[in-house]
């Protein structure tokens, strides 16, 4: 199962993504990928791992590796298919592939395409695949993502959320991505605005999933550099995506 986390930027997609794998690991034993698909690649800060290379970084090195003619002989595919698994990052419950950034412009839809066989393959070995995605709407322009099962759409209390939520939504169509189910979710939202959300989510043809409240807790064990694994279970955020999870069959 394929779970997208899309959104605009600072809705809090990461934050969303690590809850949603602190309820998997704690209430299941699945076997779970979390890929952080935002260039910036902030899940590792978040869940305090140590993560030593993205495959942005490889796949630079492999790019030079062809313009410089020094993988002239080698067999490439599997070349790059090694160095993407190194940077492959294990936990005893979960395993995390961090994109990263890759330089350079023009066409490089060799790479690419290999890149995306190489993912799939990866992808194959689990039961659940979390996508942290980039902020707004660049991906789907781009058609680097691929086909999901869930793509949840995190959105804040402002109009810009809801407004890219609605451009994702008719984005996956136009670019012709299959999307098994969208939902919406709202965070940082206070109680008593969920049905005000859900009516506007009605407008633009999106279902809502569920809230979640702004969490105290959430923000200081970012600032003291926790993981968001640790938070306490009954922290609210926690709890509340916790209830999305069971009301969306995943836990
Ligand atoms: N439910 C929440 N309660 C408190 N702070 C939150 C909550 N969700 C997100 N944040 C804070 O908002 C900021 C943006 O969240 P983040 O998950 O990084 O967003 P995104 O990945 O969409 O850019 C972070 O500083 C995060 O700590
Ligand atoms: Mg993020």
């Keep these: 199962m394929i779970i997208s986390v899309s959104g605009k930027g600072g809705t809090g997609k990461t934050t969303v993504t690590s809850l949603i794998l602190k ?3 704690e209430n299941t034993d699945k076997a779970i990928l979390l890929i952080d ?14 993560l030593e290379k993205t495959v ?10 062809l313009e410089d003619g020094s993988l002239a002989y080698v ?7 090694g160095w993407i698994y190194e940077t492959l990052k294990e936990t005893t419950r979960f395993d995390v592939l ?31 695949v979390l996508l942290d995605m980039e902020a707004g709407l660049e991906h789907l322009s781009r058609r680097t993502d691929h086909d999901v099962d869930l793509l949840l759409v995190i959105t804040d209390t402002s109009k810009t959320g809801l407004e890219t939520a609605r451009r994702i939504k008719e984005l996956t169509k136009e670019v012709h991505i299959k999307v098994g189910k969208i939902l919406l979710i709202g965070n940082k939202f206070p109680p008593e605005v969920e049905d005000m959300l859900k ?21 200081t064990y970012l600032m003291e550099g926790k993981s968001l694994l ?4 009954d922290s609210p955020a926690f709890v509340s995506v916790k209830e999305i999870c069971k009301r969306i069959g995943l836990i």
């Excluded at 060799?110 to 393959?121: F, G, M, P, T, W």
């Design 23 to 25: 309820a998997l690991v």
């Design 37 to 50: 698909a935002d260039p910036s690649t902030n899940v590792p800060l978040v869940l305090g791992l140590n």
């Design 56 to 65: 942005g970084e490889v796949v630079n090195k492999f790019r030079k590796g």
């Design 75 to 81: 067999a490439k595919d599997s070349l790059l298919e």
């Design 98 to 128: 961090a994109m990263g950034r890759t330089e350079g412009e023009g066409c490089y839809c060799y790479v690419n395409s290999v890149l995306a066989s190489i993912i799939d393959k990866i992808e194959k070995n689990y039961d659940i």
């Design 199 to 219: 009516r506007e989510a009605e407008k633009i043809g999106l279902k809502v999933a569920g809230i979640v409240p702004v969490d105290e807790n959430v923000m």
């Design 230 to 233: 640790d938070l306490p279970s």
